[in-house]
C-alpha cells in the first residue's frame, strides 16, 4: 500500500449538535421571560413571567437569552461549515504528505499545508493527563516545526492514539518519540 488517507472530523460532532440545540432551547427561553416582562403578556406557555420585573430581571434575562442564541448561531455555523474538518494524506509513491483542514470564511478558509517525506524528522506523541487531557499526534521536520495531525475536541483512548502513533511511524518509516 502506497496511500494512506485520514479523515479528520471537524465540527460536525453529536457532542457540538447536542451543545448547539440546548443553547438555543435555553437561550430561547430566557429571551422569551425577558420580552414577556417588557410586555406584559405570557409569551411562555409553561412558565409564569407576571412576577418578572423587566427593571432589573427582566433585562438580564433579555441579555442572557440573546447571547444564548447568538452562541448557538456561532456553534450552527462551525457546524454549517464544519470547522477543523479535513485530511491527511500520506502517499509514498510521490514521496509527498498533505495537510487538509476547512476554517472559517476569509482568507484562511482552507488550509493546505504539504510537505515532502524527506522533510519529515518522526512522529511524535504527546500524552499528558489530568483535568485537560492531551493526546496529540504531531509530524515533526527536519526544521524542528511540529505539525499537529490530529482531530481537535474529545481525546481519543490511550491504547488507540498509541496505535495511530505506530501505524503512521511505520508506514513512514520515521522513528516514533515520545512512547
Same mark, same amino acid.
Given at each position: 500500500? !502506497?496511500?494512506?488517507?485520514?479523515?479528520?472530523?471537524?465540527?460536525?460532532?453529536?457532542?457540538?449538535?447536542?451543545?448547539?440545540?440546548?443553547?438555543?432551547?435555553?437561550?430561547?427561553?430566557?429571551?422569551?421571560?425577558?420580552?414577556?416582562?417588557?410586555?406584559?403578556?405570557?409569551?411562555?406557555?409553561?412558565? !409564569?413571567?407576571?412576577?418578572?420585573?423587566?427593571?432589573?430581571?427582566? =433585562?438580564?434575562m433579555t441579555f442572557y437569552g440573546t447571547t444564548g442564541?447568538?452562541?448557538?448561531?456561532?456553534?450552527?455555523?462551525?457546524?454549517?461549515? $464544519?470547522?477543523?474538518?479535513?485530511?491527511?494524506?500520506? !502517499?509514498?509513491?510521490?514521496?509527498? =504528505?498533505? =495537510?487538509?483542514?476547512?476554517?472559517?470564511?476569509?482568507?484562511?478558509?482552507?488550509?493546505?499545508?504539504?510537505?515532502?517525506?524527506?522533510?519529515?524528522?518522526?512522529?511524535?506523541?504527546?500524552?499528558?493527563?489530568?483535568? $485537560?487531557?492531551?493526546?496529540?499526534?504531531?509530524?515533526?521536520?527536519? !526544521?524542528?516545526?511540529?505539525?499537529?495531525?490530529?482531530?481537535?475536541?474529545?481525546?481519543?483512548?490511550?491504547?488507540?492514539? @498509541? @496505535?495511530?502513533?505506530?501505524?503512521?511511524?511505520?508506514?513512514?518509516?520515521?522513528?516514533?518519540?515520545?512512547?
Amino acid at each position: 500500500m !502506497d496511500t494512506r488517507y485520514d479523515l479528520i472530523l471537524g465540527s460536525r460532532r453529536t457532542s457540538n449538535y447536542l451543545w448547539m440545540i440546548m443553547t438555543f432551547i435555553g437561550g430561547s427561553g430566557f429571551f422569551l421571560a425577558g420580552l414577556s416582562s417588557y410586555l406584559g403578556s405570557q409569551l411562555l406557555p409553561f412558565a !409564569d413571567t407576571k412576577e418578572i420585573v423587566f427593571i432589573p430581571q427582566g =433585562i438580564v434575562m433579555t441579555f442572557y437569552g440573546t447571547t444564548g442564541i447568538l452562541l448557538s448561531a456561532f456553534l450552527g455555523a462551525t457546524i454549517y461549515l $464544519n470547522v477543523g474538518g479535513g485530511y491527511n494524506l500520506y !502517499d509514498k509513491k510521490n514521496k509527498k =504528505i498533505e =495537510i487538509f483542514r476547512l476554517g472559517f470564511p476569509g482568507k484562511k478558509k482552507e488550509i493546505c499545508l504539504s510537505y515532502s517525506m524527506k522533510e519529515i524528522k518522526s512522529v511524535k506523541l504527546i500524552i499528558s493527563e489530568g483535568i $485537560n487531557p492531551k493526546r496529540e499526534i504531531y509530524l515533526r521536520t527536519k !526544521d524542528q516545526r511540529e505539525v499537529p495531525i490530529t482531530r481537535v475536541g474529545e481525546p481519543l483512548l490511550l491504547s488507540q492514539i @498509541e @496505535e495511530e502513533a505506530v501505524e503512521l511511524a511505520s508506514f513512514l518509516e520515521v522513528p516514533l518519540e515520545g512512547l
